[in-house]
T-cell receptor
Framework: GEDVEQSLFLSVREGDSSVINCTYT??????LYWYKQEPGAGLQLLTY?????DMKQDQRLTVLLNKKDKHLSLRIADTQTGDSAIYFC???????????FGKGTRLSVIA | EAGVTQSPTHLIKTRGQQATLRCSPI?????VYWYQQALGLGLQFLLW???????NRGNFPPRFSGRQFPNYSSELNVNALELEDSALYLC??????????????FGSGTRLTVV
């Protein structure tokens, strides 16, 4: 079945770049997403990438996709304390299936 | 535009009781998804409703059920509550067919505590 794996924790200093990694198993994944969850809140869509792209940039966020290795990463430039949250990677194939989420990476930003 | 709204925000129930959670999708969205977020387990897919029909179901026992109403709002029912049902239940909505493009929009969740 489909599976999405992420490391559970990441700690960075304010101003540094953060890189959150994700691997997935479904080779037919068509859409891949990054969501952010702040304490006590639901999930907020940060960005997404189609499987025919290998990079997408949106302000401080850069998404890299290596389809051959089934590896997705999210780079946050100039990380701020407000970026402290749990980041979820999710994938979906083009079929009639719901999003499959990883367990989330808790990003802690140290001032 | 109102986002996805869930009620109640918090719910405390006793083991063996039933819980009912409610969700109103974004106006125009026909699909509603339910996920369980238990501590340490990430988001586990529960149910997907579209146009009043159950489209897909996750690996949960039958005591987790739900429905979707003609106005596309949805209800999740959990019968015979167990302690391990304590979790944050998240509802999301999307436009069917384009859900894969823009992803889902999530509500803030209902925190269910079973004592």
């Amino acid at each position: 079945g489909e599976d999405v794996e992420q490391s559970l924790f990441l700690s960075v200093r304010e101003g540094d770049s953060s890189v959150i990694n994700c691997t997935y198993t479904d080779s037919s994944s068509t859409y891949l997403y990054w969501y952010k969850q702040e304490p006590g809140a639901g999930l907020q869509l940060l960005t997404y990438i189609f499987s025919n792209m290998d990079m997408k940039q949106d302000q401080r966020l850069t998404v890299l996709l290596n389809k051959k290795d089934k590896h997705l990463s999210l780079r946050i430039a100039d990380t701020q304390t407000g970026d402290s949250a749990i980041y979820f990677c999710a994938e979906r194939n083009s079929g009639n299936t719901p999003l499959v989420f990883g367990k989330g990476t808790r990003l802690s930003v140290i001032a | 535009e109102a986002g996805v709204t869930q009620s109640p925000t918090h719910l405390i129930k006793t083991r063996g009781q039933q819980a009912t959670l409610r969700c109103s999708p974004i106006s125009g969205h026909t699909s509603v998804y339910w996920y369980q977020q238990a501590l340490g387990l990430g988001l586990q897919f529960l149910l997907w409703y579209d146009e009043g029909e159950e489209r897909n179901r996750g690996n949960f026992p039958p005591r987790f059920s739900g429905r979707q109403f003609p106005n596309y709002s949805s209800e999740l029912n959990v019968n015979a509550l167990e302690l391990e049902d304590s979790a944050l239940y998240l509802c999301a909505s999307s436009l069917v067919g384009t859900g894969g493009v823009g992803g889902y929009t999530f509500g803030s969740g209902t925190r269910l505590t079973v004592v």
